[in-house]
């Protein structure tokens, strides 16, 4: 009687999972083997089924699987919430490099390194966010994004200013368009970049052309009331502001007759000192930048200088450079000078070959005279020129600072001041006979006032003495009066503001009540004019309280006060088009820097909070389009 053979049953499947039923009941097919592997069981049942798993082939093909994961890790549904997950978390990785200053370059380690130390997280495991991919979600969808956002704010917006500015790269001239304004709801006075473009030149008309172009494509030109820019006849024209071809004058014929046009501020201040220092028979910016020089890339020379140091018992500090177009750079040189002045003077008198220029300043007896006076003056505009470049400076705080620099020069001159180690080093000189030397510097410093005075009095005459003063209550440094508020309303009215004086007036007066409040409150006191406004309309929330005194703010703070902010964006093209990025396309740097600048205060962690709560922001990075 033959043998009764054994047949796969339901139970060896439940004991050998890695099998299920074969061609026919004898047999058993392997999942893990490659296709068509099946098993006789006929004969030993089980035991087949066990010595199969031992063979060499079973065992690499195990080892196969282990190394290689499923489809359903490498594929995800469409609109489940782990695919909103991955999306978010790559814009965000994306958005991380920017933030950060990495290479794109670095994003094609970093998405294998996530999988590799997060291997238990599935949206680690999905996200796949190289180079390409990183630089076309920043080009393609997230500065886009910024801008787009700047453009919603403003619909509801009356009024903003623009700025704008050259940079060159090489032979490639970058300019800015950054637009200022006022948004009660976001923390107040708002500076965003709307875009950054290159152009063929820097003539007038091509920049009017290209601000217009850019505001009338976004459809807010007829909003924009301020231009600023650096004092340039390019941008101004000159002294007087004619009409002829500058971008001011071209801008308010093409956008607004009644265009506010401001010079930047520190701007002027630099220019003053020296227009001032050129009266100086030493002239302390070359004496500064020829020294700096002289020692900048010689090794020997630095390692003398400071057995100099040591013997005349100064410590030793390396130069500092000074750049005529960095407006805070020469007091920290001068006063760096002054405290090598000692080992430097031993130095250069004990050289053999010193520079002709060098070599005079250090022999005139004057020399540590003019520059001690030059660090006293200096530390006057320095204070003043920082704070003026401060973000979130309305023209309030710039006009008081002008006003503080006047009043400093006119008291300086009227008073004949002297600092103290200026007249101690003159009387030093005077006993050691060189009376007529410190007469002729004593001549020079009465000249050098008078010539930063005039200077200041006629570049300042549009801010401090033009109509835009009936805006200085708006300080809210004191309660306002309505004989100053009705100044402004008559100013805004004239330039085709509709301002209702009656409903103004019972605004101010709520307004009068609350600076009341806050008189003893010294955060508030110390606050910037457009922080108090944004505390007041967020005090009172229901706009009928408040709406002409709005209008006003909002035309008002959307003046620039300076032209800082676009120094700032040069600032951020020049840290991203490095040697060792000078690949980046014109549109890479483009978007690196709107991105950059306009969620300049959005961490990553807010930024991926922001991109899980907008599904259409979600669609744009997972669509193929972000390529084209």
């Given at each position: 009687?033959p043998?009764r053979?054994?047949?796969f049953t339901d139970?060896l499947?439940?004991?050998?999972?890695?099998?299920?039923?074969?061609?026919?009941?004898?047999?058993?097919?392997?999942?893990v083997?490659?296709?068509g592997?099946?098993?006789s069981?006929?004969?030993r049942g089980a035991?087949?089924?066990e010595?199969?798993?031992?063979?060499a082939k079973?065992q690499?093909?195990?080892?196969?699987?282990?190394?290689?994961?499923?489809l359903?890790?490498y594929?995800i549904?469409?609109?489940s919430?782990i695919?909103s997950n991955?999306?978010?978390?790559?814009?965000t990785?994306?958005?991380?490099?920017?933030?950060?200053?990495?290479s794109?370059?670095?994003m094609?380690?970093?998405?294998g390194?996530?999988?590799?130390i997060?291997?238990?997280?599935?949206i680690?495991?999905?996200?796949?966010?190289?180079?390409?991919?990183?630089e076309?979600i920043v080009?393609?969808?997230i500065?886009?994004?910024s801008?787009?956002?700047?453009m919603a704010?403003?619909s509801?917006i009356?009024?903003?200013?623009v700025s704008?500015?050259?940079s060159?790269h090489g032979?490639?001239k970058m300019?800015?368009l950054?637009?200022?304004?006022?948004?009660?709801?976001c923390?107040?006075?708002?500076?965003?970049?709307i875009?950054l473009?290159?152009?063929?030149?820097?003539t007038?008309?091509?920049?009017?052309?290209?601000?217009?172009?850019?505001?009338?494509d976004?459809e807010?030109i007829q909003?924009?009331?301020?231009?600023?820019?650096?004092?340039?006849?390019t941008n101004?024209g000159g002294l007087?502001?004619g009409?002829g071809?500058n971008?001011?004058?071209?801008?308010?014929?093409?956008?607004n007759?009644?265009?506010?046009g401001i010079?930047?501020?520190?701007?002027i201040?630099?220019?003053?000192i020296q227009?001032?220092a050129d009266?100086?028979?030493?002239?302390i910016?070359?004496?500064?930048?020829?020294i700096?020089?002289?020692?900048?890339i010689?090794?020997v020379?630095t390692?003398?200088?400071?057995?100099?140091?040591?013997?005349v018992e100064?410590?030793?500090?390396?130069?500092?450079?000074?750049?005529?177009t960095?407006?805070l750079s020469l007091?920290?040189?001068?006063e760096r000078l002054?405290d090598?002045?000692?080992?430097l003077?031993?130095?250069?008198r004990?050289?053999e070959k010193?520079?002709?220029t060098?070599e005079?300043?250090?022999?005139?007896?004057?020399?540590?005279?003019?520059?001690?006076f030059?660090h006293?003056?200096?530390?006057a505009?320095?204070?003043?020129?920082?704070s003026?470049?401060?973000?979130?400076?309305s023209?309030v705080e710039?006009m008081e600072?002008?006003?503080?620099v006047?009043g400093?020069l006119?008291q300086?001159?009227?008073q004949n001041?002297?600092?103290i180690?200026?007249?101690?080093?003159?009387?030093q000189k005077?006993?050691?006979?060189?009376?007529d030397?410190?007469?002729?510097?004593?001549?020079?410093?009465s000249?050098?006032?008078?010539?930063?005075?005039?200077?200041l009095?006629?570049?300042t005459?549009?801010?401090?003495?033009?109509?835009?003063?009936?805006?200085?209550?708006?300080s809210?440094?004191e309660?306002?009066?309505?004989?100053n508020?009705?100044a402004?309303?008559?100013?805004?009215?004239g330039?085709g503001?509709?301002?209702?004086?009656?409903?103004?007036?019972?605004?101010l007066?709520n307004?009068q009540?609350f600076c009341?409040?806050k008189?003893?409150?010294?955060?508030?006191?110390?606050a910037?004019?457009h922080?108090?406004?944004?505390?007041y309309f967020?005090?009172?929330?229901?706009?009928?309280?408040f709406s002409?005194?709005?209008k006003?703010?909002?035309?008002?703070?959307a003046?620039p006060s300076?032209?800082?902010n676009?120094?700032?964006?040069?600032?951020?093209?020049?840290?991203?088009?490095?040697k060792?990025?000078?690949?980046?396309s014109?549109d890479?740097v483009?978007a690196?820097?709107i991105?950059?600048?306009?969620?300049?205060d959005?961490?990553?962690?807010?930024?991926h909070?922001?991109?899980?709560a907008?599904?259409?922001?979600?669609?744009?990075i997972?669509?193929?389009?972000?390529?084209?």
């Open positions: 009687m043998k053979k054994c047949q139970e499947q439940r004991n050998f999972p890695a099998f299920r039923k074969g061609r026919t009941k004898w047999e058993a097919l392997c999942t083997c490659s296709a592997t099946h098993v069981v006929a004969h035991l087949d089924l010595h199969h798993l031992k063979t079973h690499k093909s195990v080892r196969a699987v282990e190394n290689s994961g499923n359903s890790e594929f549904q469409p609109g919430q695919q991955v999306t978010a978390g790559e814009g990785l994306a958005f991380h490099t920017v933030k950060h200053h990495f794109y370059l670095s094609d380690c970093t998405a390194l996530m999988k590799q997060c291997s238990d997280s599935e680690a495991r999905k996200i796949t966010c190289a180079r390409t991919k990183t076309a080009n393609s969808v500065a886009p994004h801008v787009e956002m700047v704010a403003m509801s009356s009024h903003f200013g704008t500015d050259a060159n032979s490639v300019f800015p950054l637009i200022q304004y006022f948004d009660w709801k923390e107040g006075l708002q500076t965003k970049v875009d473009h290159n152009l063929t030149d820097e007038a008309a091509t920049i009017a052309s290209y601000i217009t172009g850019i505001l009338e976004a807010i909003k924009c009331v301020a231009f600023s820019g650096d004092n340039c006849n101004f007087r502001r009409d071809n971008v001011f004058a071209n801008l308010k014929r093409s956008i007759p009644n265009l506010i010079g930047c501020p520190a701007h201040l630099n220019n003053c227009h001032g009266r100086l028979s030493v002239d910016d070359s004496i500064v930048l020829k700096f020089n002289f020692f900048s010689y090794t020379r390692e003398a200088l400071k057995e100099f140091a040591e013997f100064v410590q030793y500090r390396p130069l500092l450079y000074h750049s005529k960095r407006w007091f920290p040189a001068v002054l090598m002045y000692p080992a003077a031993a130095y250069f004990s050289h010193c520079p002709v060098i005079r300043f250090f022999d005139n007896e004057m020399s540590e005279v003019y520059l001690w030059i006293s003056l200096m530390s505009f320095h204070c003043h020129i920082a003026i470049e401060r973000e979130g400076n023209l710039v600072h002008l006003e503080s006047m400093v006119t300086r001159k009227e001041f002297m600092p180690k200026v007249n101690e080093i003159l009387a005077a006993d050691a006979g060189f009376e030397e410190c007469k002729v510097f004593k001549d020079e410093v000249d050098l006032y008078t010539t930063c005075i005039q200077y009095e006629a570049w005459r549009d801010i401090l003495d033009g109509e835009l003063t009936s805006f200085k209550w708006m809210l440094n309660v306002p009066d309505w004989n508020v009705e402004t309303v008559k100013y805004l009215i330039i503001l509709g301002i209702a004086d009656d409903k103004c007036f019972d605004q007066c307004l009540a009341k409040d008189a003893e409150d010294v955060g508030f006191r110390d910037l004019a922080q108090k406004w944004y505390l967020t005090h009172r929330k229901n706009m009928e309280l002409e005194l709005l006003i703010a909002e035309f008002f703070f003046i300076h032209n800082a676009v120094e700032r964006v040069f600032s951020l093209i020049q840290s991203q088009w490095t060792e990025r000078n690949r980046l014109i890479s483009r690196i820097v991105t950059k600048y306009n969620f300049s959005m961490t990553c962690s807010d930024f909070k922001h991109l899980l907008s599904p259409s922001l979600l669609m744009k997972r669509s193929s389009e972000k390529y084209a």
